[in-house]
């Protein structure tokens, strides 16, 4: 009798062995596996088993979460929706994240590892953490007042501290709610439907995931380049350009919309914003001098991050002189996003040192205590200060003299450029209308602030488009809200 139990002791103790170590080959090596797999569901309702940390703006959440009652049980919340879409993106029980939402997806959900005190102990135990909250660099009032100038239009504005990067504004219209995709009821597929099947793109991010061709915005680089390289030495000297400009190796003659062109001085030609001048003068900087300028402002680099990634802005390394020359005036293959034109500005506006753009400025666990801190980074120095300070000239006197007086402030130095860009087979798009700018409060050392502003004006009379008339009173506005001042 003994002799049987101690067999059917061992075939259990057998038993409980094998067991352990299926156990540890499902918990530990195949955990993974299990928990990637599209049917199992415990990841899912575990993610939306507590509400998701908030997206601050000057200190205010304009997030929340609600809770539904349901097996995915909180759904996530937008105040000011369609106004802060481009920062925050969306954060759907059936179609993932976006922007914001993605790029701090851990932290805001309470996975990531830097809001445990013992993280290897509670990936064990698969615990977590409430989400915890992105602070992010966006002032409310310029965010408004972008949002409300492109009102009706369709286009982007982009708005940096020239001295330290950090964003101030991120604005691309039309907008729409991300409420509308937040839960997993039908009606959520029907809205995914319908704002991707809409002409406008209202989900398209255009402050920094579209680009464009910047057009005669683009004149700042070209005019930095040619100071940078020697070949303009007197920027008052006359430029030996002949209006009409026959592009290199063809017979096409670039044109001028402006008057006294001919042979004009850079200071003129950047007044009056003569593309034969800034034609001529990209085929004698040179190729590798243009596009060393270029990729110096951020033109052919696809690493951006704020932390969303932006779209590569592109000035190609490989063209012929007429290419090059159009190239020069913002055209040929040559685009950016509002973003990097803002950036252009911004390099301007701080003497050429250019600082990387950030739209997350702390992040901070449940309680408020603060786990990550953005710090100011130049990303390189563009141009020579001397070349700064005649680029500063010339775009101030864009404002007082030329094509940019639409965006002049009382009592503020501002400084800009104006951009028309055409577009489409044989030029058949309407054009896209340009401004870039900073400005500087009376009284402070430094500029405040850089704009770009894009419209698609597809409503306008394609005689009113220009850059000045159309995108110039977007970036008063947006730079008096920075400036914190009077627009007129």
Same mark, same amino acid.
């Given at each position: 009798m003994t002799r049987y139990i101690r067999r059917?002791? %061992?075939?259990?103790?057998?038993?409980?062995?094998?067991?352990? $170590? #299926? /156990? &540890?080959?499902?918990? !530990?090596?195949? /955990?993974d596996e299990y928990g990637a797999n599209a049917a199992n569901r415990r990841g899912v309702i575990a993610r939306y088993d507590q509400p998701r940390g908030d997206i601050l703006v000057g200190g205010r959440p304009v997030t929340g979460s609600k809770d539904t009652g349901q097996q995915l049980r909180f759904e996530r919340t937008y105040k000011n929706g369609p106004l802060y879409a481009p920062i925050t993106g969306f954060a759907s029980q059936v179609y993932g994240t976006t922007f914001l939402e993605a790029a701090e997806d851990r932290l805001l959900a309470g996975t990531s590892p830097l809001l445990s005190p013992l993280p290897l102990w509670e990936d064990f135990t698969r615990a977590q953490q409430p989400g915890g909250a992105v602070h992010t660099t966006i002032e409310p009032s310029v965010q408004q007042a972008a949002y409300d100038g492109l009102a009706g239009k369709q286009g982007a504005v982009a708005a940096l501290d020239p001295a330290t990067g950090r964003i101030l504004a991120l604005v691309s219209t039309p907008s729409y709610d991300p409420e509308l995709l937040s839960g997993n009821e039908r009606s959520v597929a029907r809205n995914w439907q319908r704002l991707n099947g809409a002409p406008s793109k209202p989900m398209l991010n255009r402050a920094i995931r579209q680009t464009y061709p910047p057009g005669s915005a683009f004149k700042v680089v070209t005019a930095a380049a040619a100071l940078d390289a020697g070949v303009i030495t007197d920027v008052d000297a006359r430029t030996k350009s002949p209006s009409p400009y026959r592009l290199p190796g063809t017979t096409t003659d670039l044109v001028n919309d402006a008057r006294g062109c001919d042979d004009a001085s850079l200071r003129d030609a950047f007044l009056f914003s003569c593309n034969t001048v800034f034609a001529k003068l990209g085929v004698e900087v040179g190729l590798g001098g243009m596009a060393g300028t270029a990729m110096r402002f951020g033109f052919n680099d696809g690493s951006l991050r704020i932390p969303s990634p932006v779209a590569r802005s592109n000035f190609d390394t490989s063209m012929d002189k007429a290419q090059l020359a159009l190239s020069s005036i913002g055209q040929y293959d040559t685009t950016a996003t509002p973003l990097q034109m803002a950036m252009v500005a911004a390099a301007v506006a701080n003497g050429g040192d250019l600082r990387a753009p950030y739209l997350v400025e702390r992040t901070t666990d449940a309680a408020g205590n603060a786990i990550g801190t953005a710090a100011s980074q130049s990303l390189r120095q563009t @141009? #020579? *200060?001397?070349? /700064?300070?005649?680029?500063?000239?010339?775009? !101030?006197?864009?404002?007082?003299k030329g094509t940019g007086s639409n965006a002049a402030i009382p009592g503020a130095v501002v400084g800009g450029k104006t951009g028309t860009a055409q577009h489409? $087979?044989?030029? &058949? +798009?309407? *054009?896209?209308?340009? @401004?870039? &700018?900073?400005?500087? /409060?009376? +009284?402070? *050392?430094? *500029? +405040?602030? %850089?704009?770009? !502003?894009?419209?698609?004006?597809? %409503?306008?009379?394609?005689?009113?488009? &220009? +850059?000045g008339g159309i995108a110039g009173p977007v970036a008063r506005e947006v730079m008096a809200a920075a400036l914190r001042v009077p627009s007129a």
């Open positions: 059917a002791a %061992a075939f259990c103790l057998l038993l409980i062995l094998a067991l352990l $170590v #299926n /156990a &540890s080959r499902i918990q !530990v090596f195949q /955990a @141009f #020579n *200060p001397g070349t /700064a300070t005649l680029l500063r000239e010339l775009m !101030v006197g864009v404002v007082e489409g $087979v044989g030029n &058949s +798009g309407l *054009p896209y209308a340009w @401004f870039i &700018s900073w400005a500087q /409060a009376e +009284g402070s *050392p430094v *500029p +405040g602030v %850089a704009v770009a !502003v894009v419209v698609e004006d597809a %409503a306008a009379d394609r005689a009113d488009i &220009s +850059g």
